[in-house]
């Protein structure tokens, strides 16, 4: 990619080089030189899913330690084992045991419902991401692993890396932000892993999670708002689970949050908690079928909140 750059800008200019630039988005590790910071325009987005160091670890390393064996999942019997040609070459001579930490470049894009590429603070199966310092801090808190030093200088540029911490089982860290969705996706891969050597009708299908109404809703401050996650359903015809979740730290909330009713219904409402001035807040509906192995998505629905008057 840096060579592609450094064409572009030797052979189209300045402007050529400017409008090149813009059309790309980028989930990687930096190797774009001084693109990434030294030469205008900056990438529109850049998603670092390997840093910062925290406790002497990059993120992309912590990937497989947390998920390993989410929800029981065992490489073995889901991978290795009957699972066809494919499954058989999954390689375990590897620094780290089942090593995936590139999978969290590609899991940010995964479409599940959590993701949105543009947004990669909201969280998603790569976990969360926070804005990035400058440069001069940046190296410096990635020496000193130091997250929270990242978020009192943000960039103006519209790079992220690994620093957002979320509280999550009595715990507040970033590894949590991949941790509360790690059973999720390990059935995801092992559900795809079935595909390989089963036919359509022999195995389970995510759900397909639908919001009525929309995914964007207004309400005024202790006001009540239906939530209503009817139009779901499953290919493979298995019954639904749902749950309401609040997230707080997309939402950038502090304090106590919106009165969900009932969590783990189909249809709920919620009280919008109070409010000074319009703050948007994150509801995300998890539906989880009755397959094997159990397979979730999701639908993030924001929820504007103004003041009572």
């Not at 999670?209 to 779901?232: A, K, P, Q, T, Y």
């Amino acid at each position: 990619m840096k060579r592609v750059l450094d064409r572009v800008r030797r052979e189209r200019g300045e402007e050529g080089y400017a409008k090149f630039k813009n059309k790309i988005r980028l989930s990687s590790a930096d190797k774009f030189g001084e693109h990434t910071f030294e030469i205008a325009p900056a990438f529109p987005i850049w998603v670092d899913t390997f840093r910062p160091e925290v406790e002497r670890k990059r993120w992309y390393w912590q990937f497989s330690a947390i998920t390993a064996k989410a929800g029981g999942f065992d490489v073995k019997r889901d991978v290795l084992s009957g699972h066809g040609p494919l499954g058989e070459l999954y390689p375990l001579n590897t620094t780290h045991p089942q090593k995936e930490g590139d999978t969290m470049t590609f899991l940010f894009l995964a479409p599940n419902g959590l993701n949105d590429e543009q947004r990669p603070e909201w969280g998603s199966w790569a976990g969360r991401y926070g804005l990035m310092p400058d440069p001069a801090i940046r190296e410096k808190t990635s020496a000193e692993a130091d997250p929270t030093t990242a978020a009192a200088s943000t960039s103006k540029r519209n790079y992220f890396w690994a620093n957002a911490e979320d509280e999550w089982e009595g715990t507040k860290h970033r590894e949590n932000s991949l941790k509360r969705w790690a059973e999720d996706l390990q059935n995801d891969f092992r559900a795809r892993l079935e595909w390989c050597v089963k036919d359509y009708g022999h195995a389970n299908h995510p759900p397909v999670v639908r919001v009525m109404g929309g995914n964007r809703v207004v309400v005024r401050s202790g006001e009540e708002v239906g939530l209503d996650g009817s139009g779901s359903w499953d290919p493979d015809g298995n019954e639904l689970r749902y749950r309401w979740i609040f997230y707080p730290e997309a939402s950038g909330w502090v304090g106590k949050g919106p009165e969900i009713l009932a969590t783990r219904e189909r249809m709920t409402s919620m009280i919008a908690p109070e409010v000074s001035e319009v703050k948007m807040i994150h509801v995300i509906l998890t539906v989880t079928d009755e397959g094997v192995p159990a397979l979730t998505r999701y639908q993030r629905i924001i929820v504007e909140i103004r003041p009572r008057n």
